[in-house]
């Protein structure tokens, strides 16, 4: 039997686990603008969370400024509105950037929000080499499954590479890439399907940046993956521990890492599409066995849902009930005082290895299509994913999938519970406080400094350091990925959708 | 009548930048098996886009998803749009995470029917079918000139013939142009290319994009219109798309009718269509001009061999010429050319959605 901490990790990557150190509380959030985000984070550190977790709207994860003509009605809805340096710096008011670490969950426009992070601890009077966090920056889930790509794939992963190399340099603290399935999962695939397709992304990631001059061994040490976790409790167990083996095997066989190098660290987040607008409440019951699940199977950090997310963000009251849940585990349940408690259960150990078989064959037939990159393009593993999600609906409508409260103990004439809504002036506010921004600054410097990220672009510089000047001269979101567009383009989709 | 003369016509669209359409994907198969013919815009479209693209396919019924949260804006705008084009489908459909105290005002903006969360896909289809029971011409006051070429087209799709006939008299302004290959050549590409090309030469184009429908009683997925850029002036640029219900023909019928009618208002007209079989429109008379796409790695030797296009097409575009093998491929092309055609050898052009000379002489080789 293998022991924890022992190479292919299949029972946890460090010997102790929570013996030693408890999982991570890191508490999705942001909305609104950069003060009410930062009320929020305020409140996520006095409740305990020991980590921050950065959601951005969509226009700033699509590198657009809140005053474009396609943010209409998007500033502040799924996270917050970051236009500037300075909106940054309201989100961080009053937070030690050398103390706490924060993730960020932002990909295409990734290496900017990174440098105004960096500028405002830079301000605080942090050391870069004290900063700590993550960014997600994993650009192929994006095609797969979650849609916010800017540029086409070989310009995105130039980027990454970039990202990789001067952070390694100048901020080696800081995790540059969160290899993600959440939201291939959430897209519709199979636990099976998930795993596949988020540890085929990892390998392209580590092929290409050992490609760029990247030492095998950093570039192991340095990714890391975010994982979802959904309602088949056993399953996901399996899942977990799955994907630590055949990322470690991967990583020694082709890319000869050592064992250290070999560990996969992960986050992870309770499933989202498993939670039911009807009769919200049971939510918190499948969120609390969410999360054990992943406690079972070794998580390094842990994000719970709030109830009523299937209807819009959470509320104040629904976001402390949800990191409640972890800390009730944590504290209450004798859990972390075990480490994989189910090594050596007969189903868990052959759900492991039957997990596994189904990944390497999943991985011959994306490797017999030419790689992730030709199955994105070709929007193959996208109609993997949507046929599966398809699948899943056709077996809640038929009874055949269970769900309480949808299509079992149902209840007519539920009450319409509280949502949670965001203040419809916080957009004329965002775009008043940005052209204001935009008028007070030196704009000769603006405008060289953009052009010098363009002109860097066409080179095979590394493009880091010319953002890091831009972010200076006061230049925004909008308009430093515009400066990339110019030579980089835009990335236009195959649909995915087959006639089969 | 024939199936495609029946089934209601939906397009299923994404607006605002929201990138999550599990939602959409799935409620596009799930109405493809509840028989309509669905099209789905892809992710990230404005309102324009879906107004035009809506308007020039003329659906029936349009879904709009929203997940974000920024429905009240994004539907909203997109009714203004479809105001400025004095165009509207039977049916106005809204889904996703809307909260049920804003259907309401959704319904006082004009949309019959709101999806919420956990509607199931048999209720979607049923509530459509009820109150769009099958695909219909509608009587539209627009005057823009392409929003009644798309009304005359559904005539001619529905009917067969037009009210006005003289629309139809053919007046060979451009020529027609048949763009025939195999799933997967890269033909929307290719078009796409075009589009882009036509509208930096200021030329008006029309494209005519034939799908095959899914197996018998199912609709089919027009998922073309994806791969093709939305131009921002459909004056010049109009794709529309047609259900294929005889898969083994690979076009459908009355799109001679319709290329005539579009011939006669654009510069290009594009016929789009798939396989390389044996089929009677190869060298129909409404034809100017047939091209057959191939590309490597999607075929053998044998199955060039048996392509009746290549007996009678006038061009052989061969694409993707970026890839490795290309050089073999095309000169398993040359030969099979040579045993068929011997004298008459047709035009061959290589070509890359990379190299964007090559698709400057593909544009140019089609007038």
């Keep these: 039997m293998d022991q924890p901490g022992e190479f292919p990790y299949r029972r946890g990557i460090y010997p102790e686990m929570y013996r030693q150190r408890t999982w991570t509380m890191r508490q999705y959030s942001g909305f609104g603008g950069p003060k009410e985000t930062n009320q929020r984070f305020k409140e996520v550190i006095k409740g305990g969370g020991t980590g921050l977790s950065m959601a951005f709207d969509l226009p700033t994860q699509l590198g657009l400024d809140s005053d474009h003509e396609l943010s209409l009605g998007e500033v502040g809805r799924t996270g917050v509105a970051i236009d500037t340096v300075d909106d940054l710096r309201l989100a961080f008011d009053e937070i030690n950037l050398g103390e706490i670490s924060t993730s960020m969950t932002i990909n295409s426009s990734a290496s900017v929000l990174l440098v105004y992070y960096l500028l405002v601890a830079q301000e605080q009077g942090v050391d870069w080499k004290d900063v700590r966090g993550t960014i997600q920056n994993d650009i192929l889930k994006e095609y797969i499954a979650r849609g916010t790509y800017i540029y086409p794939p070989e310009e995105s992963l130039r980027i990454i590479t970039d990202l990789f190399s001067w952070c390694d340099t100048n901020v080696p603290r800081f995790n540059v890439i969160s290899v993600s399935g959440y939201h291939i999962r959430e897209a519709g695939a199979t636990a099976v399907q998930e795993l596949a397709f988020t540890l085929a992304n990892g390998r392209e990631y580590m092929r290409r940046l050992i490609a760029s001059g990247q030492d095998a061994n950093r570039v192991g040490q340095q990714i890391s993956f975010f994982f979802s976790v959904d309602n088949g409790l056993l399953e996901e167990v399996a899942k977990f521990r799955a994907a630590r083996i055949l990322w470690a095997e991967l990583l020694k066989e082709e890319f000869n890492c050592n064992e250290d190098a070999c560990r996969l660290r992960f986050h992870c987040q309770t499933a989202g599409s498993a939670l039911t607008a009807q009769q919200p409440q049971n939510n918190a019951v499948r969120v609390a066995l969410q999360a054990l699940s992943s406690v079972f199977g070794g998580t390094q950090s842990l994000h719970t849902n709030s109830i009523d997310e299937a209807l819009g963000l959470p509320t104040a009251d629904s976001a402390r009930l949800a990191l409640r849940t972890q800390q009730i585990i944590s504290e209450e349940s004798g859990l972390t005082n075990h480490v994989d408690p189910f090594g050596g259960s007969y189903v868990v150990e052959e759900m492991t290895d039957k997990c596994m078989a189904e990944v390497k064959e999943l991985w011959k037939r994306i490797d017999e299509k030419g790689g992730v990159l030709a199955g994105i393009d070709s929007g193959l593993i996208q109609s993997w994913i949507q046929g599966s999600a398809y699948k899943i609906q056709k077996e809640i409508e038929s009874g055949e999938r269970k769900i309480v409260g949808v299509n079992s103990f149902k209840e007519e004439n539920e009450a319409a519970p509280d949502i949670f809504e965001i203040d419809a002036a916080l957009e004329k506010e965002t775009v008043k406080r940005l052209t204001a921004y935009k008028k007070d600054r030196d704009q000769t410097k603006v405008q060289e400094a953009l052009k010098k990220i363009t002109q860097m672009a066409e080179t095979k510089e590394n493009i880091i350091p010319f953002i890091m000047e831009a972010g200076k001269a006061k230049a925004t979101v909008g308009e430093i990925c515009q400066a990339m567009k110019e030579v980089f383009n835009t990335y236009q989709p195959t649909s995915g959708l087959t006639y089969e | ?367």
Aim: net charge neutral.
């Design chain 2, 1 to 367: 009548m024939s199936k495609e003369k029946i089934t209601p016509r939906i397009m299923i669209a994404k607006p605002g930048l929201d990138g999550h359409d599990r939602g959409a994907v799935v409620v596009v198969q799930g109405l493809r098996d509840e028989g309509f013919d669905v099209i789905y815009t892809g992710l990230r479209r404005t309102a324009k886009e879906i107004a035009i693209a809506a308007a020039q396919e003329d659906v029936d019924v349009l879904g709009l998803s929203v997940l974000s949260g920024a429905h009240m804006t994004v539907l909203s705008t997109i009714l203004e749009e479809l105001d400025k084009l004095f165009w509207r489908p039977s049916l106005l459909v809204a889904g996703g995470i809307i909260p049920a105290k804003d259907e309401a005002s959704l319904k006082k903006l004009g949309f019959d029917l709101i999806f919420g969360p956990g509607t199931s896909l048999k209720d979607i289809g049923e509530n459509i079918r009820k109150n769009v029971p099958s695909r219909c011409i509608r009587k539209n006051s627009s005057k823009i000139p392409w929003v009644q070429t798309s009304a005359h087209l559904t005539e001619l799709e529905l009917n067969g013939v037009l009210e006005n006939e003289s629309l139809l008299k053919p007046n060979k302004k451009s020529r027609i142009v048949l763009l025939s290959g195999q799933g997967g050549v890269g033909k929307s590409t290719l078009i796409g290319e075009f589009i882009q090309t036509a509208s930096k030469q200021n030329k008006s184009i029309a494209v005519i994009a034939n799908d095959p429908s899914g197996a018998q009683g199912r609709g089919a997925i027009l998922a073309d219109r994806l791969r093709m850029p939305m131009d921002k002036s459909p004056e010049k640029c109009l794709i529309r798309s047609i259900p294929v219900s005889d898969a083994s023909l690979g076009i459908s019928k009355e799109v001679g009718s319709m290329a005539t009618l579009l011939s006669n208002e654009y510069d290009l007209v594009i016929v789009e269509t798939l396989g390389l079989g044996q089929h009677q429109y190869l060298e129909a008379d409404w034809v100017d001009l047939s091209i057959a796409v191939v590309a490597p790695g999607t075929g053998d030797h044998w199955q060039l061999r048996k392509s009746a296009i290549l007996d009678v097409c006038d061009h052989i575009f061969i694409t993707k010429s970026d890839t490795p093998n290309f050089e073999v491929f095309q000169n398993d092309v040359t030969e099979v050319l040579h045993d068929k055609r011997k004298d008459k050898m047709p035009t061959i052009i290589s070509v890359s959605q990379k190299d964007k000379e090559s698709i400057l002489i593909a544009f140019k080789s089609l007038f």
